[in-house]
């Protein structure tokens, strides 16, 4: 989880508050040199974070804290609020040119991951927008930048406009935009060559292509991971290109990205995605609030429940709880379950989104292996269908034999039926107390 | 105009002339520091509270881990007040020494390639992505080969789009040979044909490629072990260096980076790159501190002959730098 550092560092600072009755000057100043802490940790920028302190402070110590019934709840409050404030308003949109085509320039350092965020910003145009976007390989320095482009187009079936690495850029760009204009395209993504944002040379030729295609958005590529510099280059770029928004990268990572806050603080740019993985479809709209409870260790449940319902089927859910309800459940509906589960993306990216996951120290490096899933279904696949629906007539032979199919001991085919036969008891249980009218009950996986 | 501005205009001025030496890879000896440092003499004022925030704050914007700064402004408080010391002069070289300390303690010489006199020596370059692992390779085939070395590379990131063509160019500037596999190939076995290839054409260094990788993936962690093995079965006292390609924009991640590929590859030195930006990548000395893995190479732009060894003191007058 990106941001999980801070949450647990936070998060631990409102204990200390929460519950007492009455706030203090002084506690609020704690409360505060821990926030500032918590934050510098995060890589948010010094100055940043001096203007933030000094912000929640003056609201934590006014009246609005001290007059309050429950004032260590309302320092949360306030420490959130300014937070979500911070990172900006609700998430933004993507420009679309009343001319066709809209025309998009990326660019940023090197390495921050621009070439792979337009192969998935394209995919997200078509995909969510249904929109025609080419792509255009304006990397003329970086050996093998152009082919990169060219396989991502390759992989999203996309076409990739190129004039090899000899043309200087800003004519490659201009020509994109007349070949899209005949072409039909609605969108022009222009993948520009990484650069410093203090290399004269190269900025003016960034300057030089936004002169000459006059681009609707020119978004700011930077990585989650930056440290106290990301103010320099956000200022930097958006002082010399005026860039329009920011997308984040790598936030798949471990960091705790302050970043983020940084350059939202010095450009006020909407940071408008987030990527995710190496994978073209793992592009993300970036929002804000959801953000900020993320760094309180509030847990992102919107975006588990936004996930849920993208990879449930609706009917099939019904299907199930029906079964449940019947005792008709079968080791095909479990199997059908646990490819759902899988589909919602991995299993200990998922715990971590549930709230105060984040605090408990056994989860945070809980590895869910996703082999043992994987073992689990061969298991069942290697049984014939009388078996999957009447486990008991599994005897040693065709135990045997359902090992040698799945390539798993025997003793992983007996650990499965026992679990399965436990899980149907519970079942049964959960069944009954929700007759009476209770609600309480977990259901046991058997690779949990 | 509080003493650490002027102390950083005086610097700004010399860091220009300190990091172009460093560019040229002219080394500086300890006499040619002090004298800098006491050039600043007249600059100084008096040490105080004030004095020590300053210094904190500038620790902290270049990105040194917020415990070490901590740790180090502590001890600089304690010595200054054991050694009475109320001149911002005296303090400076203080500064500046307990640094380029933690880099150099007993062995000034850690900034050098561990390879073995005869046979094949095998260096192994990881990384989270888009740190500039393959430019680097580039570079240091480069600068192994003019050093008369026999080179051969090995394109082991068979991941990320075009990252084996990446390689293939900087085969053909260094007029050094790649191993390759096709895209989606499994690395490991990249690297074993590679060893194969370097033993039977008796070359001196085996430089291997990996694909970028967070390193809280799992998976991608355990895929790199295996590399290793691979390498270890082969010849066993290798790979001789495993560097860490760092970028230098890099903020407190890097330290959890140093960490977990530390664990899973056994990392010996790092290279950081990307300094000729305005990242300052401080975060090298708290990760020399906590884990005790050097500095080894620095990179300073995209030219083939940008690969600098490590020089603790020009370093560390750079962390003055504006």
Redesign the interface.
């Known amino acids: 989880m990106a941001f999980e550092g801070l949450a647990d560092r936070l998060q631990s600072t409102m204990q200390k508050i929460r519950g007492k009755g009455k706030v203090t000057e002084a506690d609020v100043k704690a409360m505060m040199r821990e926030v500032r802490l918590a934050l510098l940790y995060a890589d948010v920028n010094l100055k940043v974070v001096k203007d933030f302190i000094k912000k929640v402070s003056e609201r934590a110590v006014g009246q609005e804290v001290m007059r309050s019934l429950t004032p260590g709840q309302q320092v949360i409050k306030v420490v959130k609020e300014e937070l979500t404030a911070l990172m900006g308003g609700e998430q933004s949109k993507i420009a679309v040119s009343p001319k066709p085509p809209t025309v998009i320039m990326m660019v940023g350092l090197q390495g921050a991951g621009k070439t792979t965020t337009t192969g998935k910003l394209a995919n997200h145009l078509r995909k969510k927008h249904n929109r025609n976007p080419l792509l255009v390989a304006a990397d003329i320095y970086r050996p093998a930048a152009i082919k990169q482009l060219q396989t991502l187009g390759k992989q999203i079936n996309m076409p990739v406009f190129t004039l090899g690495d000899k043309v200087n850029p800003v004519d490659i760009a201009k020509k994109a935009v007349e070949q899209a204009r005949t072409d039909h395209h609605d969108y022009v993504l222009i993948d520009t060559a990484g650069r410093l944002h203090i290399d004269g040379e190269l900025m003016d030729e960034l300057k030089n292509i936004k002169d000459a295609v006059k681009p609707d958005e020119i978004f700011l590529v930077v990585d989650a991971m930056t440290g106290q510099d990301a103010v320099n280059v956000a200022k930097s770029f958006n002082e010399q290109l005026g860039i329009t928004g920011v997308i984040l990268t790598k936030l798949d990572g471990d960091t705790r990205g302050g970043a983020a806050l940084s350059i939202r603080a010095v450009t006020e740019k909407p940071i408008k995605f987030v990527g995710l993985g190496e994978k073209l479809d793992q592009l993300e709209p970036f929002h804000p609030e959801r953000m900020a409870s993320r760094i309180l260790g509030m847990g992102d449940v919107l975006t588990l429940i936004e996930k849920a319902q993208a990879s449930v089927d609706e009917e099939k859910a019904k299907e199930l709880e029906k079964k449940m309800r019947t005792m008709s459940f079968t080791l095909d509906d479990f199997l059908e379950q646990l490819s759902q589960v899988r589909n919602m993306g991995p299993l200990d990216e998922l715990l971590k989104m549930l709230p105060g996951a984040g605090k408990m120290k056994g989860l945070n490096n809980i590895h869910i292996d996703e082999k043992q899933i994987r073992h689990v279904e061969a298991i069942i696949q290697s049984m014939t269908t009388e078996e999957k629906q009447k486990p008991e007539i599994i005897n040693a032979s065709r135990k045997r034999r359902i090992a040698k199919g799945s390539g798993r001991p025997i003793q992983e085919v007996n650990r499965l039926l026992k679990q399965f036969e436990e899980m149907k008891k519970m079942m049964k249980q959960m069944t009954n107390m929700q007759k009476k009218g209770k609600k309480r009950g977990a259901l046991k996986f058997p690779f949990m | 105009m509080g003493f650490l501005d002027k102390f950083k205009e005086k610097f700004t001025s010399q860091t220009e002339a300190v990091t172009g030496k460093f560019k040229d890879g002219l080394l500086k000896t300890r006499q040619n520091l002090t004298e800098k440092v006491n050039d600043l003499v007249a600059r100084y004022r008096k040490v105080d509270e004030e004095f020590f925030e300053e210094l904190e ?1 500038i620790f ?4 040194i881990g ?1 415990d070490t700064v901590i740790e180090l402004v502590d001890e600089l408080k304690m010595e200054a007040k054991r050694k009475k010391i109320q001149q911002s002069e005296l303090l400076k070289e203080m500064i500046v020494e307990k640094l380029v300390e933690i880099y150099y303690g007993e062995d000034e010489n850690i900034s050098t390639l561990n390879l073995p006199d005869t046979g094949l020596a095998v260096i192994l370059f990881v990384g ?5 692992k393959t430019t680097t390779i ?1 570079k240091m085939a480069y600068k192994l080969k003019s050093e008369g070395k026999r080179v051969l590379l090995a394109a082991g990131d068979t ?5 084996i ?2 390689l ?3 085969g053909d500037r260094t007029g050094v040979e790649v191993i390759k596999h096709q ?1 989606g190939s499994d690395p490991a076995a990249v690297i074993y044909d590679a060893i194969q290839a370097a033993k039977s054409r008796k070359v001196d260094v085996l430089l291997c490629d990996t694909a970028g990788r ?3 993936k ?1 998976n991608l962690m355990k895929e790199l072990e295996k590399v290793k093995r691979v390498i270890q079965r082969e010849i066993p006292e290798a790979p001789h260096e495993v560097l860490l390609v760092l ?1 230098a ?6 330290m ?1 980076q140093a960490k977990q590929f530390k664990e899973a590859t056994g990392v010996t030195g790092i290279v950081l790159t ?1 300094l ?5 990548g401080g ?1 090298v000395i708290a990760i020399k501190k906590e884990l005790n893995i050097p500095v080894k190479f620095v990179g300073l732009g ?1 030219k083939i002959d940008d690969l600098q060894p490590f020089d603790a003191e020009a370093y560390v007058y750079g962390l003055f730098a504006e």
């Open positions: 704050e902290i914007q270049a990105d917020f989270v992505n888009g740190v500039g580039g991941f990320r789009a075009g990252a063509e990446q293939e160019v900087w895209e967070l390193q809280n799992v970028d924009t890099t903020g407190q991640n890097a959890v990307k000729d930006g305005t990242a300052k975060i995209e």
